[in-house]
Nanobody, 124 residues
Framework: QVQLVESGGGSVQAGGSLRLSCAAS????????MAWFRQVPGKERELIAA????????KYADSVKGRFTISKDNAKNTVYLQMNSLKPEDTAVYYC?????????????????WGQGTQVTVSS
């Protein structure tokens, strides 16, 4: 069983930065993808960024390209989301997710494991 624990959410003014962390405890999988999704009330959960097990492949939503960076520390079993130049429209609950496999998928249905979510609020 995989457990994911997020941290680092909070409130920030527009233009500011936050870094989210997701610590994973898991059996040893050969291949996995870790991702960050976000969700606002009344909308579906959307993929923000994802990274392959090797770190060689990443994917970003168009809305965050150039502002957010996903990275991982395999020794710590932790994935990070560095969020810069934050905008009020980035306000959401952010979730860490993981799927077993090599391919990065956009749909939240493709991810088997989820963290509890962390609130990010950006004020104008």
């Amino acid at each position: 069983q995989v457990q994911l624990v997020e941290s680092g959410g909070g409130s920030v003014q527009a233009g500011g930065s936050l870094r989210l962390s997701c610590a994973a405890s898991r059996p040893t999988f050969t291949y996995y993808v870790m991702a960050w999704f976000r969700q606002v009330p009344g909308k579906e959960r959307e993929l923000i960024a994802a990274i392959s097990w090797s770190g060689d492949s990443t994917k970003y939503a168009d809305s965050v390209k150039g502002r957010f960076t996903i990275s991982k520390d395999n020794a710590k079993n932790t994935v990070y989301l560095q969020m810069n130049s934050l905008k009020p429209e980035d306000t959401a609950v952010y979730y860490c997710a993981e799927r077993v496999g090599e391919a990065i998928f956009i749909s939240s249905n493709s991810y088997e494991y989820w963290g509890q979510g962390t609130q990010v609020t950006v004020s104008s």
